[in-house]
């Protein structure tokens, strides 16, 4: 009887910073042809290494097989279904990773209100370039970011010579929204797939924020807004300026091409190790060791596969 192709081991992959950010596809069946997956449509069929790809966005009127998931699963890649217009976002993946390190330091760290706060007020310098922020609430940050969001919005409307009324989202009513909202949301829901699927390949948890809290992708949102400024937002008002026949789709396709040569997954990757394990950074710390270790108390640890048990069996 067959058992299936055997799993890659994780050595084999590619790892996340030398991957392809995401692929979309819509309206179209997507299979499993070996180690690749293929998608077919009335124009023909293509190939996509699993292995070599970050996030895949299925839009509207995809099917899936079983085998595909599987593949998707075993390459650590992630997979975001997203509903019309790029509106509605679900993802879910494998680590990359065998060993818990990162994790471990994200959970310790969040857990502590004097690192989580030291981890937030991180995360705002990072955007801050030059300011000191070793002293301030988070009330203070919100508010100093908050201001930066709106001087970026102004800036980038006189640029452009688009009218900026307001961040509006309405999931519901997608369409409802102004160009540059609509630019913004499909152009930060292909960011979010990416910014997952580097979290998720690093065996860190989506869930666990440090700013954003009580969400299953709060650090997605943490770590995304890192990056928005420069991104997504001068592309949103160069989109709503063009008016081009299909705004979510090229505000995709344009992100695609700005993550194009991988330089922003090695950021990603850095920026994350940077803020849970600053001292290790630049190191590979180790997250392909499938070493499996015994809690014994207070820090320490036993080795995994041994019986501790006074008499033989």
Same mark, same amino acid.
């Given at each position: 009887m067959a058992i299936g192709a055997k799993p890659p081991s994780l050595p084999e992959l590619v790892r996340a910073q030398d991957r392809l950010t995401f692929i979309y596809l819509e309206r179209c069946a997507i299979h499993r042809e070996a180690n690749a997956i293929t998608a077919t449509d009335e124009r023909g069929v293509i190939h996509i290494p699993a292995a070599s790809l970050g996030a895949l966005l299925l839009g509207p009127g995809t099917t899936v097989t079983q085998q595909a998931m599987v593949l998707m699963a075993e390459s650590g890649s992630t997979v975001v279904w997203v509903g019309e217009e790029g509106v509605r976002y679900y993802a879910h993946g494998r680590s990359l990773a065998h060993s818990s390190r990162?994790?471990?330091? /994200?959970?310790?760290?969040?857990? @502590? /209100?004097?690192?989580?706060?030291?981890?937030?007020?991180?995360?705002?310098?990072?955007?801050?370039?030059?300011?000191?922020?070793?002293?301030?609430?988070? /009330? /203070?940050?919100?508010?100093?970011?908050?201001?930066?969001?709106?001087?970026?919005?102004?800036?980038?409307?006189?640029e452009y010579g688009v009218p900026w009324k307001g961040r509006t989202y309405d999931v519901e009513a997608f369409e409802d929204g102004?160009?540059? @909202?609509q630019a913004l949301s499909a152009a930060n829901t292909s960011l979010y797939g990416v910014v997952h699927s580097v979290i998720v390949?690093?065996?860190?948890?989506?869930?666990?924020?440090?700013?954003?809290?009580?969400?299953?992708?709060?650090?997605?949102?943490?770590?995304?807004?890192?990056?928005?400024?420069?991104?997504?937002?001068?592309l949103s008002f160069e989109l709503a300026a063009e008016q081009p026949f299909d705004i979510p789709g090229e505000a995709r396709r344009r992100l695609r091409d700005r993550f194009h040569g991988g330089a922003f997954l090695d950021r990603c990757v850095r920026d994350i190790r940077h803020l849970l394990l600053p001292d290790d950074a630049d190191d590979e710390l180790g997250l392909d060791e499938n070493v499996v270790q015994l809690w014994d108390g207070s820090r320490r640890t036993v080795a995994g596969g041994s019986n501790y048990g006074d008499g033989p069996f």
């Amino acid at each position: 009887m067959a058992i299936g192709a055997k799993p890659p081991s994780l050595p084999e992959l590619v790892r996340a910073q030398d991957r392809l950010t995401f692929i979309y596809l819509e309206r179209c069946a997507i299979h499993r042809e070996a180690n690749a997956i293929t998608a077919t449509d009335e124009r023909g069929v293509i190939h996509i290494p699993a292995a070599s790809l970050g996030a895949l966005l299925l839009g509207p009127g995809t099917t899936v097989t079983q085998q595909a998931m599987v593949l998707m699963a075993e390459s650590g890649s992630t997979v975001v279904w997203v509903g019309e217009e790029g509106v509605r976002y679900y993802a879910h993946g494998r680590s990359l990773a065998h060993s818990s390190r990162l994790l471990e330091a /994200q959970a310790a760290l969040m857990t @502590n /209100q004097s690192s989580r706060l030291r981890v937030a007020r991180e995360m705002y310098a990072m955007r801050f370039p030059g300011e000191d922020t070793s002293g301030l609430t988070m /009330q /203070q940050l919100r508010g100093r970011e908050g201001a930066r969001i709106r001087k970026a919005y102004r800036e980038h409307s006189r640029e452009y010579g688009v009218p900026w009324k307001g961040r509006t989202y309405d999931v519901e009513a997608f369409e409802d929204g102004d160009a540059v @909202n609509q630019a913004l949301s499909a152009a930060n829901t292909s960011l979010y797939g990416v910014v997952h699927s580097v979290i998720v390949a690093l065996g860190c948890s989506p869930g666990l924020g440090f700013v954003h809290t009580g969400h299953v992708r709060s650090f997605v949102y943490d770590i995304a807004d890192l990056y928005k400024v420069e991104l997504t937002v001068p592309l949103s008002f160069e989109l709503a300026a063009e008016q081009p026949f299909d705004i979510p789709g090229e505000a995709r396709r344009r992100l695609r091409d700005r993550f194009h040569g991988g330089a922003f997954l090695d950021r990603c990757v850095r920026d994350i190790r940077h803020l849970l394990l600053p001292d290790d950074a630049d190191d590979e710390l180790g997250l392909d060791e499938n070493v499996v270790q015994l809690w014994d108390g207070s820090r320490r640890t036993v080795a995994g596969g041994s019986n501790y048990g006074d008499g033989p069996f």
